[in-house]
């Protein structure tokens, strides 16, 4: 048993009532995030982006060359206003996205990936995929879709708790 589950243990000990599994799978579940959020940004590094980075000009490069707003990709990466601006403001000055005046909304911005930014991203993506494919690799074809769809419910359990 690693020192890990044995605290787990100890505070299960203490507190009768504690839910060991519960609380194994979702300390698991967060070490887990970390260790995969490590290794994909050690793949990203040769090409100076940190994960949040490339998922934004990955997201840029998915619309196709519409403009989207820095809201939206918050949203989707799990980023606050202040969060994204500083990350736009560190890819627009390594010219990899633009600014530029929404034309739905003249307060808002819209990002525009620039082709530096296509082409740091068509560098970066087969290194990222590579990750990806190691992280996951010991569950198969057959443990990764089970353990997709066990995510999938966790996850929309856990929007529906969302207050």
Same mark, same amino acid.
């Given at each position: 048993?690693?020192?890990?589950?044995?605290?787990?243990?100890?505070?299960?000990?203490?507190? =009768?009532?504690?839910?060991?599994?519960?609380?194994?799978?979702?300390?698991?579940?967060?070490?887990?995030?970390?260790?995969?959020?490590?290794?994909?940004?050690?793949?990203?590094?040769?090409?100076?982006?940190?994960?949040? $980075?490339?998922?934004?000009?990955?997201?840029?490069?998915?619309?196709?060359?519409?403009?989207?707003?820095?809201?939206?990709?918050?949203?989707?990466?799990?980023?606050?206003?202040?969060?994204?601006?500083?990350?736009?403001?560190?890819?627009?000055?390594?010219?990899?996205?633009?600014?530029?005046?929404?034309? $739905?909304?003249?307060?808002?911005?819209?990002?525009?990936?620039?082709?530096?930014?296509?082409?740091?991203?068509?560098?970066?993506?087969?290194?990222?995929? =590579?990750?990806?494919?190691?992280?996951?690799?010991?569950?198969?074809?057959?443990?990764?879709?089970?353990?997709?769809?066990?995510?999938?419910?966790?996850?929309?359990?856990?929007? =529906?708790?969302?207050?």
């Amino acid at each position: 048993m690693s020192s890990f589950e044995a605290r787990i243990d100890r505070i299960c000990t203490t507190y =009768a009532d504690a839910p060991r599994e519960l609380i194994l799978a979702s300390r698991l579940l967060l070490r887990t995030s970390r260790l995969l959020r490590a290794h994909i940004e050690r793949a990203l590094a040769p090409f100076g982006l940190d994960l949040s $980075q490339y998922l934004v000009i990955s997201m840029l490069a998915a619309d196709a060359g519409e403009p989207t707003m820095p809201s939206e990709l918050g949203v989707a990466i799990d980023a606050t206003r202040t969060q994204m601006t500083r990350l736009v403001d560190g890819l627009e000055t390594r010219g990899l996205v633009q600014r530029h005046a929404s034309t $739905q909304d003249r307060r808002s911005l819209d990002l525009v990936l620039t082709p530096a930014g296509r082409r740091l991203l068509e560098q970066a993506m087969p290194a990222v995929h =590579a990750a990806y494919g190691e992280a996951w690799e010991p569950l198969g074809s057959g443990g990764l879709d089970k353990a997709t769809r066990a995510l999938a419910r966790l996850h929309a359990n856990l929007e =529906a708790l969302e207050p």
